[in-house]
């Protein structure tokens, strides 16, 4: 028997990382699947933990308020070291770029276990953009035995830092798993009524996130004018803007749009609202690297308000477009989106690169076999 620990934190990791644990649960018992969770993000892990009945094998619930990233690191450090010393994993398993995906990472080799990597190789070559982001993945990467990169693009990425090829295996990303998983559950409108029975059906919808640290300050201002302008200029649109709880988000977005009568400012939506959104949505404006995956799979178009992205695969496929945080660029690039000048949702179905629903199958066949037939 393989013994797979899979240790995340956040929502993003465990929306990533659920379809794999899930077909690693289908291989028992040649494999046991022994799922941690650090609790980085507590409530929104949770929502989601709950929408696919996952029970950790272990929480450690080390969420505390207003924690920097030097002491959740060595508070995660520090509590994984000895949790992999009990269970005695064949593997680690980690996803993405969080402080919990490179803290699990360093707590396997002090232990000298073997670690798997999802959604490796990505890069922007910034190591301050995101942040800390960057520098998780670039570092994890480092000690990661298999490494699982969602495309072509971030396998060329790993193969100059010298990664030894053998140990690369590209799968596609697994939220599209995730997102073919709860397709059925999309398609029933009764589910959202309630929370979403603002959004007028007669107006178009845009799709804001934002939320990046480096886009604190003027950025985040600038791209609010931006929204602001949109809303004003075409009363037939609404925007539609989950905003994060994080004072450097929720108070200038508050005092600038707030108040407009086709601007919604709304709390965070559990994922499956969401991604429901997303659905609904007529364009995506975003900072997130995971909505930039999402919404063309379902075939939206985005705009992404940073001056770089370490999946440039969707703007070379032309699904999506870098904006940055200039006003003038956002407003001309939505207006044509608007205005019809845009792929239709079937064509950027078509175009997207990012997986075909098969990436978990892909990666219990390497950690199980040896070897997948990649994606491509």
Sequence with gaps: MMKVLTIFGTRPEAIKLIPVIQELKRHAPAAEAIVCVTSQHRQMLDQVLDLFS???DFDLNLMRENQDLASLTASILEHL?????QVKPDWVLVQGDTTTTFSAALAAYYCRTKVAHVEAGLRTKNKYSPFPEEINRCLTSRITDLHFPPTTVAKTNLLDEGIDAKSIWVTGNTVV??????????????????????????RRTVLVTGHRRESFGPKLEEICLALKEIALTHNGVQVVYPVHLNPSVWDPVHKILGGIENIH?????????????????????????????????????????RDITERPEGVKAGIAK????DKGTIC??????????????TEIQKR????????????????????CKEFC
């Design 54 to 56: 996952i029970k950790p």
């Design 81 to 85: 070291k000895k949790l992999i010393d």
């Design 177 to 202: 798993d995730t997102l073919q998983s709860i397709s059925a559950k999309l398609n029933d409108e009764s589910m959202y009524h309630d929370s979403l029975n603002f959004l007028d059906p007669d």
């Design 265 to 305: 400012l709304i709390y965070p939506l559990d994922y499956l609202s969401f991604v429901y959104l997303i659905k609904k949505a007529d364009l995506i404006i975003t900072d997130s690297g995971g909505v930039q995956e999402e919404a063309p799979s379902l075939g939206k178009y985005v705009l992404i308000t």
């Design 322 to 325: 870098l904006v940055g945080a």
């Design 332 to 345: 001309e690039a939505a207006y044509k989106v608007l205005n019809g000048d845009s792929l239709s949702p």
């Design 352 to 371: 997207n690169p990012y997986g075909d629903g098969q990436a978990s199958r892909r990666i219990i066949e390497v950690l199980l076999n040896g070897k």
